[in-house]
């Protein structure tokens, strides 16, 4: 057995003590104890103390050409120091038992994982059946990972030992720039040894090298640092990785490889957020904190913040049923830190970092079969719909100016400072703002009609908000209240309706609001996401090819709209979602039974030229009359709201807010608006 002392050189490390009960490592003799879940961090970056090692041993990249490495954050992989692995599993010790004799139970639970399906044993894996012993649960992940059905050949040990001769050859130390993907240099180390760890950052290497085009993809290091505590060897955790990366099914993906991706991914969470844990959202935007900032987070509370033994509860999981159960647990956490930041809201400067230590210290706030007992009460949509609001909030994005090659770009939050409004103040709409969904949330509020400008005629309201879509509603009574609606569906739509009298349109994203005397929006969380399908990608009109459906193209041409009235869309306005011709079924999704979804569920826009309505279940949440004068409110089903101001009101100013788009692109992906949700 190799025995080679510990080199200072090995590496740089940063480490955070928590508070957690220990365990044993599963690496061999001497082993110290190390604290569960304790989320030592480690900070790898240049060192260049000792000039003698940089001089005699130059840096190569990950491509093998000699460079200078001045001022690059470094890997540093050094020759293993009194660690060796055999086949036991993680164990050097004992190859000479029959495990299975001394423990019989967890052989008799093996067997039963390998004759199981898969929904037996995603049963399983909620229930934490392979948790004891350590061996039983590494035997549970290598029999999932290896029944992943992957169309494309895998990178398999051969390839792995293969990359780590050309990378490392012979030294015994070799330095490299992190790999384009990782964010700052992070690696969660969790229960793992100085040999472990350095193990960690081969397989990230060779990762980096095997899949160029992954350029962000910060779960990365604590993913492989995870599956590496249960791997036979560092080839299997590097195989494993692999598999999860190549997985390219669309509804059960695993692992996010493009800023693009990663960023509508966080979107995507911000939207389940806005659904289900809506107070928070409110506390952080009423305390000018960025949203997207504290949501971009979201993944690292699972795959970073939380403590061990907690994450590979969640590792369970996530390698059977995909992206979704990562959703699940965040919205976990996030509606407990709602409730444990509720009474200290005064006393916190920064939510993101009061975010993850919370996480950090989840342990005493919650057990582990609690939080995903929790989880998976929360009743989420579909993978498949969920896919479809994910690739809605992408093209957003795109729409933003954001492509996969980018990494790392910021955009910053809409700005607000200079907002105008004679009905509401930048920080009251910057509630509102916080509340629309995610992939307009992006864009900037443009004025589209207001009283003061146009006249109380509801004839003038149509004619300046028709042809736009989503747009928000506000109005200020003679009283001071301030109430509103978020409306997804362009008011043209009310031409459409078959039939005489008033029909109701609109899309489950509705809602409404009041600013004041008090601040609260009411809308019905939302089960299903009927509103939200796939539209035919529109061929480019140049050589610029469109994106596919795959995802392999994030680029969308150019492209002409036109409103419903036949006028050309105003390039600056939003063309996400924007109502068009829909051809092929009329939904994407299969039909609920009519006692799921019952009529005042889908009344959420009316109008015609004597009043519009918002909200027509059981009471209508607002009525306003022809002359913009007047209205009236009522308790509303439909969102199940209270009056939103005194029942009858008389108006003192109206506005109606579209949103701004900064370039026009043609959408790939639309929101549907013309259809009745039955």
């Known amino acids: 057995m190799l025995q080679v002392p510990y080199n200072p050189e090995f590496s740089n490390c940063r480490t955070m003590n928590v508070d957690t009960s220990p365990m044993d490592t599963a690496t061999g003799e001497g082993s110290k104890k190390q604290k569960s879940g304790e989320g030592i961090m480690t900070r790898l970056l240049s060192k260049r103390s000792k000039a003698s090692v940089i001089k005699n041993n130059p840096s ?117 720039p992190f790999p384009e993907y990782m964010e700052d240099g992070l690696i969660p180390r969790y229960c793992l040894n100085k040999a472990g760890l350095n193990t960690v950052k081969k397989v990230l290497l060779c990762i980096g090298k095997i899949f160029p085009d992954i350029n962000y993809c910060p779960i990365l290091p604590a993913l492989v640092s995870l599956l590496l505590h249960f791997s036979e060897d560092e080839a299997e955790c590097f195989h494993s990785v692999c598999c999860l990366i190549a997985y390219s099914d669309p509804n059960k993906r695993y692992i996010d490889q493009t800023f693009l ?10 939207d389940l957020a806005n659904k289900f844990c809506r107070g928070v959202r409110k506390l952080i935007a009423a305390s000018n904190q960025n949203l997207f900032e504290f949501y971009s987070d979201w993944i690292m509370w699972i795959f970073a913040d939380l403590p061990f033994t907690y994450a590979i509860r969640v590792l369970d999981v996530y390698l059977l049923e995909g992206y979704k159960v990562l959703y699940r647990v965040a919205l976990a956490l996030l509606s407990l830190y709602k409730v444990s930041v509720a009474s200290r809201v005064a006393h916190v400067d920064d939510f993101r970092q009061d975010m993850k230590s919370f996480v950090d210290s989840i342990s005493r706030h919650i057990t582990i079969e609690k939080l995903m007992e929790r989880a998976f009460s929360i009743q989420l949509a579909t993978r498949r719909e969920l896919n479809i609001l994910f690739n809605a909030n992408k093209y957003a994005l ?23 409004s004679s009905v509401v103040t930048g920080k009251e709409m910057r509630i509102v703002w916080a509340w629309i969904p995610e992939r307009f949330a992006l864009f900037h509020p443009t004025l589209l009609f207001s009283t003061v400008e146009h006249g109380h005629s509801l004839a003038s309201f149509y004619s300046h908000v028709e042809g736009y879509e989503p747009t928000v509603l506000i109005l200020k009574t003679v009283n001071e209240e301030i109430c509103g609606a978020f409306l997804s569906s362009d008011w043209m739509m009310r031409k459409k309706q078959e039939g005489e009298g008033l029909s109701f349109f609109g899309t489950g994203e509705c809602f409404v609001f009041t600013l004041c005397p008090g601040m609260e929006r009411y809308q019905r969380p939302i089960l299903h996401l009927p509103d939200v399908r796939n539209h035919p990608v529109p061929k480019p009109q140049g050589p610029a090819e469109a994106p596919t459906s795959s995802g392999s193209k994030d680029t969308a041409a150019p492209v002409a709209l036109a409103c419903p009235a036949g006028t050309p869309q105003d390039p600056n306005y939003l063309t996400i979602p924007f109502t068009m011709p829909c051809e092929g079924p009329p939904s994407v999704f299969p039909k609920r039974a009519k006692a799921q979804r ?66 026009a692109f043609s959408p790939p992906l639309s929101v549907e608006t013309g259809q009745n949700i039955t």
Not at 85 to 113: H, L, N, T
Not at 261 to 270: D, E, K, L, V
Not at 402 to 419: G, M
């Open 60 to 176: 190569k990249d990950i491509s093998g050409s000699w460079g200078s490495t001045k001022g690059v954050p470094m890997l540093t992989i050094s020759e293993s120091d009194n660690w060796e692995i055999s086949s036991c599993s993680g164990m050097k010790y004992g190859q000479f038992v029959d495990w299975e004799k001394i423990d019989p139970e967890s052989a008799m639970r093996y067997q039963k994982i390998l004759k199981s399906n898969h929904q037996e044993l995603k049963d399983m894996g909620r229930s934490g059946y392979w948790s004891m012993p350590h061996t039983l649960r590494a035997k549970a992940y290598y029999h999932i990972i290896h029944s992943i059905n992957i169309e494309s050949v895998t990178p398999d040990r051969d390839i792995y030992q293969k990359l780590v001769g050309q990378l490392f050859g012979e030294h015994k130390m070799c330095t490299y």
């Open 261 to 270: 991706t990663y960023r509508a991914s966080c979107m995507t969470f911000g």
């Open 398 to 420: 795109m729409q933003k100016g954001i492509n996969k090659h980018q990494n790392r770009q910021s955009y910053i939050a809409v700005d607000l400072e200079n907002f105008s």
């Open 598 to 663: 019952p009529l005042s569920a889908s009344m959420f826009m009316a109008g015609d030229e004597d009043r519009l309505i918002i909200g027509g279940g059981g009471g209508q949440a607002l009525c306003i009359g022809a002359d913009l004068l007047t209205g009236q409110t009522e308790r509303c089903d439909t969102f199940d709201s209270s009056p939103l101001c005194k029942g009858n009101f008389k108006i003192q100013s109206l506005e109606v807010w579209g949103i701004q788009n900064s370039i």
